[in-house]
């Protein structure tokens, strides 16, 4: 595709059922990347794949969430059990390589709503 | 912990005014540090900068970086309504990871 695509858009859901959030990277990026933007809050880090290489997931917060990339594609972030503060924007980013100096695209975002 | 702090946190300016946005950091294994523009959900990237003293410009805007005082200043001349957006700051360090600031809300009056 042109770009980093995600989905839903948007989700509501009620506090304590497991959410599925989808990315889409743009294709042949090797690298993707999760962040989190709370309200007012800057982008935070949850989790980076590299090609085949073991996931970086120091950023997750909790054991309720979890990512996979199948196929060295699309990629899932799941969080189970939700809670209201999970409520974010949830940014899936990808790059040409994770290793050298490129520039990260980010995808229009999945906006969480925990109610 | 990797650390990223912008000031000021929220900025009003009328059009025209030159406006002047600060990224200080702490971190280990510094790589480069990035620049981002974010009017609605996604950020869009502006620059990257891995050297000191050396100033990207991108018409209006330009940035620069100071490894030595663990800071960039990213500069917006000529403001435009057009450039009210959160700005944000990134540090990338091992493993490629980019640590965020809380960014820059900047408003442009017309």
């Known amino acids: 595709g042109a770009g980093v695509s995600q989905s839903p858009s948007n989700k509501v859901t009620e506090k304590g059922k497991d959410v599925e959030l989808r990315c889409d990277p743009i294709?042949?990026?090797?690298?993707l990347y999760w962040y989190r933007q709370s309200l007012g809050q800057g982008l935070e880090f949850l989790i980076y794949?590299?090609?085949?290489?073991?996931?970086?997931k120091s950023g997750l917060p909790s054991d309720r969430f979890s990512a996979e990339r199948t196929g060295g594609s699309v990629s899932t972030l799941t969080i189970q059990r939700t809670q209201q503060e999970d409520s974010a924007v949830y940014l899936c980013?990808?790059?040409?390589?994770?290793?050298?100096?490129?520039?990260?695209?980010f995808g229009p975002g999945t906006r969480l709503t925990v109610t | 912990e990797d650390k990223v702090v912008q000031s000021p946190l929220s900025l009003v300016v009328h059009e025209g005014d030159t406006v002047t946005l600060n990224c200080s950091y702490e971190v280990t294994n510094f790589r480069s540090l990035l620049w981002y523009k974010q009017e609605k959900k996604a950020p869009t990237f502006l620059f990257m900068l891995t050297s000191s003293g050396i100033e990207k410009k991108s018409g209006r805007l330009s940035s620069i970086l100071d490894k030595k005082e663990l800071f960039s200043i990213l500069n917006i001349t000529a403001t435009q309504t057009g450039d009210s957006a959160v700005y944000l700051c990134a540090v990338r360090t091992s493993g490629s990871r980019l640590t965020f600031g809380e960014g820059t809300q900047l408003t442009v009056n017309p």
């Open positions: 294709s042949g990026h090797t690298a």
């Open positions: 980013a990808s790059s040409a390589s994770g290793t050298a100096a490129y520039e990260q695209y």
């Open positions: 794949f590299q090609g085949n290489s073991a996931p970086d």
